[in-house]
């Protein structure tokens, strides 16, 4: 084992303040864009659920979400093309819920996102995992299906009955994997969704899902379609709508410059402790490299174990980061808060604490001029 | 190599400037030490010992006069050199021991031995070796919070002998010891003198050491008062 690495472990608690600095610095990012990719990841379960492949938007539309309203003419446009099978519009609206307070319960009103599926087997807007109970539980007049997560939050328990609307419905059964920061999704029928003035046969529709008849030719499909449509539509492919959607939640809203921030004041934390701990722990032991000066070792080399080290400072604070942000994914997975972790975020965090464990190692080098092995003649 | 002149200064001076004041430490001093001697610098506290080792050996530049250590004009080398020339030839003991904490007796001493690109396996021997020869054999594992002083002191005697110096300095070694592990230590480097014609330099106050001395200089003021070979003139060859 080297010296640097053994010292380390030898006099970790010298160590630990940079290594809980580094660990929080890649907490508070993580977590931080972990809740928002979490969250955009719900905000596009309907669309990674949906059994269409291929998703038709107004040509300006850069996502999902955003104005995606276009004319209904489009879907027999659609249909020109001899590979597709079924087109349907997809139905979001707004609801008003409330709930019929148990003793002692409070009485909960939120506005809902009511997500109309048709409960049939294979049909396009059913999400491809739905349960046959569930689609059976669809069936029924009244019945609206919830997240999981969401029974606390709109105050009611699977069989209870609720308003939407005014109108009195009934919690026929709950699925996983819905979750909602900020809007919660409620399923129903298009029946149900008529009886409760959510349905809306105007001339405009919202996106279209488009089931194709071998789903393999997807990406070429869409291409001829955004032939076909001439400009007055864009068919994305349902991966492609995904990420885009994903990637419009993170721009709006700051998203994106809030997660900027955070970086850049874990990374201004982060190297100011880590730097003035490894300064620290260095001073404590500087007689000993003076003495290593003494016997002949170079200034160089001795800079060579100062980076070694804080290159292990940094491995540590790594280690302490997943444990921590594992622990947070847990709590959040108990909370039924969506939270995602994806490679394409680990990674630059995982070398921006390793950036700034070496930087603060590179700070520190200066500290090493004290190793004078003259002072050690007294 | 015994009487072979292994270092040779002359008119070594040095001055601190304390404020506007400066102190003349060392005022031109003429020094020599032999190969297989143990060369013993005595003097009262302040006298200026400390500043000749350091100048000798390459830790710090006098303000004038030269220094020829192993025949090499030491100071009018580049600093990467004198470092060069202490790890190939000089051994260092002070009054700390600075040891560092987390490594055990063998690894303080494998340490010093990697800087000389010596092989694992071969430093790993070498370091076994020097440690039984200071009567460290049973302590190879332990780290220097196990350690009583005198082995800790041992350790770091060991570690400079295993770099087998040609110039070994040691600066007060015994003053944080126990009489009976001063007498070891002191013994160590006079072994060290005799059996490897190691040419050792000690600073010390303490009288009782004298008696393994070859030669003692007694220096005050900057200056040296008196040089008396104890153990006769060493043979010229
Ligand atoms: N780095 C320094 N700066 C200023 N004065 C120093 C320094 N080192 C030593 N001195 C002074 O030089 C004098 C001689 O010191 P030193 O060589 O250590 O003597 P000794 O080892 O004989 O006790 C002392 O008065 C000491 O205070
Ligand atoms: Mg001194």
Redesign the pocket.
């Known amino acids: 084992m080297s010296l640097a690495l053994s010292t380390l472990i030898y006099e970790w608690r010298r160590y630990l303040a940079a290594v809980i600095a580094l660990a929080v610095a890649g907490l508070l990012v993580l977590a931080m864009t972990g809740m928002f990719m979490g969250m955009a990841l719900s905000f596009t379960a309907t669309v990674d659920k949906s059994p269409a492949q291929i998703m038709i938007l107004p040509p300006q539309a850069e996502g999902l979400f955003g104005d995606s309203g276009q004319p209904r003419r489009m879907i027999p446009m659609v249909y020109e093309h001899p590979g597709v099978a079924e087109v349907q519009p997809m139905i979001m609206n707004w609801a008003m819920w409330s709930n019929f307070p148990k003793d002692g319960q409070p009485a909960k009103g939120d506005g809902v996102r009511v997500v109309v599926v048709d409960p049939v087997k294979g049909a396009v807007t059913l999400p491809s995992d739905f349960s046959d109970a569930t689609i059976e539980a669809l069936k029924e007049p009244f019945a609206v299906i919830l997240d999981r997560t969401s029974l606390g939050k709109l105050g009611v328990q699977v069989g209870d009955k609720a308003k939407m609307n005014g109108r009195t419905v009934t919690v026929a059964g709950v699925v996983d994997g819905y979750p909602n920061m900020f809007n919660t999704q409620v399923f129903t029928s298009y029946q149900t969704a008529k009886l409760i003035y959510v349905a809306d046969d105007g001339p405009r529709v919202g996106p279209l899902l488009v089931k194709l008849k071998d789903p393999t030719r997807a990406k070429q499909v869409a291409a001829e379609l955004n032939v076909l449509g001439a400009g007055q539509f864009k068919a994305w492919t349902r991966e492609e709508l995904s990420k885009s959607s994903q990637m419009g939640m993170m721009k709006e809203g700051g998203i994106a410059i809030m997660i900027g921030f955070m970086a850049l004041v874990g990374v201004f934390i982060g190297i100011v402790i880590t730097w003035q701990t490894l300064q620290g722990a260095i001073l404590a032991n500087i007689k000993e490299f003076a003495s290593l000066r003494a016997l002949g070792v170079s200034m160089g080399e001795l800079r060579l174990i100062i980076i070694e080290l804080s290159f292990w400072v940094g491995v540590a604070g790594l280690i302490l980061t997943v444990i921590l942000v594992s622990g947070v994914a847990m709590l959040a997975k108990v909370g039924g808060v969506p939270m995602d972790f994806p490679l394409f975020l680990d990674i630059p965090v995982a070398i921006m604490l390793m950036v700034i464990a070496i930087l603060s190692g590179l700070f520190s080098l200066g500290i090493l001029k004290k190793s004078q092995p003259a002072d050690l ?2 | 190599m015994t009487g072979k002149l292994a270092l040779n200064a002359k008119g070594l001076s040095k001055g ?1 400037k ?1 404020g506007k004041l400066k ?1 003349q ?1 060392l005022k031109g001093v003429d020094f020599t030490a032999y190969h297989g001697q143990v060369t013993m610098v005595m ?1 009262p ?8 080792i350091a100048a000798l050996s390459g830790l710090m530049k006098p303000d004038e006069g030269e220094v020829m250590a192993l025949g090499e004009n030491l100071w009018k080398k580049k600093r990467g050199k004198i470092d060069r020339f202490r790890l190939d030839h000089c051994g260092f003991i002070f009054q700390g021991f600075n040891l560092f904490p987390s490594l055990n007796a063998t690894q303080q001493v494998e340490q010093v031995l990697k800087y000389q690109k010596v092989k694992k396996s071969e430093a790993h021997r070498r370091a076994v070796e020097v440690l039984d020869a200071v009567g460290l054999k049973h302590r190879l594992k332990q780290k220097p919070a196990e350690l009583s002083g005198g082995e800790k002191q041992r350790v770091a005697i060991a570690r400079a002998l295993s770099k087998m110096p040609s110039l070994i300095f040691a600066d007060e070694p015994t003053s944080a010891l126990d009489s009976v592990s001063g007498q070891v230590v002191i013994k160590l480097l006079h072994q060290a003198a005799k059996e490897r014609g190691a040419a050792v330099v000690v ?1 010390t106050h303490d009288p009782r050491l004298e008696a393994y001395a070859d030669r003692v200089i007694h ?1 005050e003021d900057g200056k040296i008062l008196s040089d008396t070979m104890i153990s006769g003139p060493p043979v010229i060859v």
């Open positions: 003649l007294r | 601190y304390i102190q430490v003097g506290s302040g006298s200026g010992k400390s500043t000749l600073v220096m």
